[in-house]
Nanobody, 124 residues
């Protein structure tokens, strides 16, 4: 079992920055990937970014490339999402997900472990 707890959400003006954290506990193994997803009101949950626990390889959705950075601190079992140049369309609940499979073509409901989410609101 893996437990994930997100934090760091809040209200920010357009152009501002936030850093989200995802603290992982339980049986995190070296071949896991840690992912960030988001879900805006009335929309489907969508992939934002991913990082492998061991090598730190990263992937990003086109909509956030160049603005968001995913990173991890293995000693703290924590994954971060640094979000810069935020836009109103980034407003969503942001979720952390963990899975041993790295396949970005999968739908979000195929991911094994989820946190409870943290709200990010960007005002214009």
């Amino acid at each position: 079992q893996v437990q994930l707890v997100e934090s760091g959400g809040g209200l920010v003006q357009a152009g501002g920055s936030l850093r989200l954290s995802c603290a992982a506990s339980g049986r995190i193994v070296s071949n896991y990937a840690l992912n960030w997803f988001r879900q805006a009101p009335g929309k489907e949950r969508e992939f934002v970014a991913a990082i492998t626990w061991s090598r730190g390889s990263t992937w990003y959705a086109d909509s956030v490339k160049g603005r968001f950075t995913i990173s991890r601190d293995n000693a703290k079992n924590t994954v971060y999402l640094q979000m810069n140049s935020l836009r109103p369309e980034d407003t969503a609940v942001y979720y952390c997900a963990a899975d041993p499979v790295i396949d970005l073509s999968r739908p979000w409901y195929r991911y094994k472990y989820w946190g409870q989410g943290t709200q990010v609101t960007v005002s214009s």
